[in-house]
């Protein structure tokens, strides 16, 4: 089965895990998923957020993501969101969506800053996006907040590795590039998990904020710390773009022009950047899934 095959077999498999947990039941079929994982200011909402094409999760300082994210992207002419506890609404102000994440979000773990690890089920249908199925999960973080309790940090991890941990999980590693990629959180969660390096993905943020006069080729190549299926380097909006709403596609086009015209990653741009990640993302995601059922891609 090609591709194609394995494109239109993951929505019916999704509808199905939909229908188990419609009625309180976990589905036991062992998908393929790509749990994404870093720090609190690792740009995971930003990634997520150019993949989608729309401002659309919660942001804040401290933990924002205090449930698991379970994303689906769907190619569709139209676009549109709808949450599996609230099936029967179709959302197209994504603002709307920001806001029943949170809402949905208090519901469960009040609005404290508590964590739990019952996922949020959203599902975006788009002609902007390419066929994925993403976890948002809790960004790792060292320091106790409102009601947290004093083990804040080992709650989360030990929620990130129930996810990281199945061979059927890719983890997209994701790690900013002004920090020592030796104490990346996400790649040490990583490595507990996957030592090979056989499904995991670094991801690379804030390219562009890093001193002047250093770069990140040596990680980009693949040379300090590397992994089998390498690093894409991205380029987000910052702060500043996201408060003065900035248009992704505009950032996106921004991004491109970033690693055409750097000296240090000119050479590479055709393997960098937010659109070739989710292209590798949906490669990846589809021959994994053959993979693990015994499908030949």
Same mark, same amino acid.
């Given at each position: 089965?090609?591709?194609?095959?394995?494109?239109?077999?993951?929505?019916?498999?999704?509808?199905?895990?939909?229908?188990?947990?419609?009625?309180?039941?976990?589905?036991?079929?062992?998908?393929?998923?790509?749990?994404?994982?870093?720090?609190?200011?690792?740009?995971?909402?930003?990634?997520?957020?150019?993949?989608?094409?729309?401002?659309?999760?919660?942001?804040?300082?401290?933990?924002?993501?205090?449930?698991?994210?379970?994303?689906?992207?769907?190619?569709?002419?139209?676009?549109?969101?709808?949450?599996?506890?609230?099936?029967?609404?179709?959302?197209?102000?994504?603002?709307?969506?920001?806001?029943?994440?949170?809402?949905?979000?208090?519901?469960?773990?009040?609005?404290?800053?508590?964590?739990?690890?019952?996922?949020?089920?959203?599902?975006?249908?788009?002609?902007? %996006?390419?066929?994925?199925? +993403?976890?948002?999960?809790?960004? $790792? *973080? =060292?320091?106790?907040?409102? #009601?947290?309790?004093? &083990?804040?940090?080992?709650?989360?991890?030990?929620?990130?590795?129930?996810?990281?941990?199945?061979?059927?999980?890719?983890?997209?590693?994701?790690?900013?590039?002004?920090?020592?990629?030796?104490?990346?959180?996400?790649?040490?969660?990583?490595?507990? %998990?996957?030592?090979?390096? +056989?499904?995991?993905?670094?991801? $690379? *943020? =804030?390219?562009?904020?890093? #001193?002047?006069?250093? &770069?990140?080729?040596?990680?980009?190549?693949?040379?300090?710390?590397?992994?089998?299926?390498?690093?894409?380097?991205?380029?987000?909006?910052?702060?500043?773009?996201?408060?003065?709403?900035?248009?992704?596609?505009?950032?996106?086009?921004?991004?491109?022009?970033?690693?055409?015209?750097?000296?240090?990653?000119?050479?590479?741009?055709?393997?960098?950047?937010?659109?070739?990640?989710?292209?590798?993302?949906?490669?990846?995601?589809?021959?994994?899934?053959?993979?693990?059922?015994?499908?030949?891609?």
């Amino acid at each position: 089965m090609g591709n194609r095959g394995m494109e239109e077999l993951i929505p019916l498999v999704n509808k199905l895990q939909d229908a188990f947990s419609s009625i309180g039941q976990s589905c036991h079929l062992d998908l393929p998923q790509i749990a994404v994982v870093g720090g609190q200011s690792a740009g995971k909402s930003s990634v997520l957020e150019n993949f989608v094409g729309r401002d659309f999760l919660p942001r804040g300082s401290g933990i924002v993501t205090r449930r698991p994210l379970i994303l689906q992207l769907i190619f569709s002419k139209t676009e549109y969101a709808e949450f599996l506890h609230c099936k029967s609404k179709k959302f197209t102000d994504f603002d709307e969506v920001r806001q029943e994440i949170e809402a949905e979000t208090d519901r469960v773990t009040g609005t404290n800053k508590g964590i739990s690890p019952v996922p949020i089920n959203l599902r975006v249908y788009s002609p902007h %996006v390419l066929n994925l199925t +993403l976890i948002d999960l809790p960004g $790792i *973080t =060292k320091v106790p907040v409102g #009601d947290q309790p004093p &083990d804040i940090e080992y709650q989360i991890k030990d929620m990130i590795l129930q996810f990281i941990s199945r061979e059927s999980s890719l983890i997209l590693a994701v790690t900013p590039a002004n920090m020592d990629l030796a104490n990346s959180d996400a790649l040490k969660l990583a490595k507990e %998990v996957d030592p090979q390096g +056989l499904r995991t993905i670094g991801v $690379i *943020t =804030k390219l562009d904020l890093m #001193d002047e006069g250093t &770069d990140a080729r040596d990680v980009l190549e693949n040379k300090l710390l590397p992994l089998r299926r390498g690093y894409i380097g991205v380029v987000n909006r910052s702060q500043k773009d996201i408060e003065g709403k900035k248009d992704i596609r505009a950032a996106l086009a921004a991004e491109r022009k970033f690693f055409l015209s750097h000296p240090a990653y000119r050479h590479m741009a055709d393997r960098m950047g937010t659109p070739h990640l989710q292209k590798t993302l949906n490669q990846v995601h589809s021959s994994f899934y053959g993979l693990h059922h015994g499908y030949s891609l």
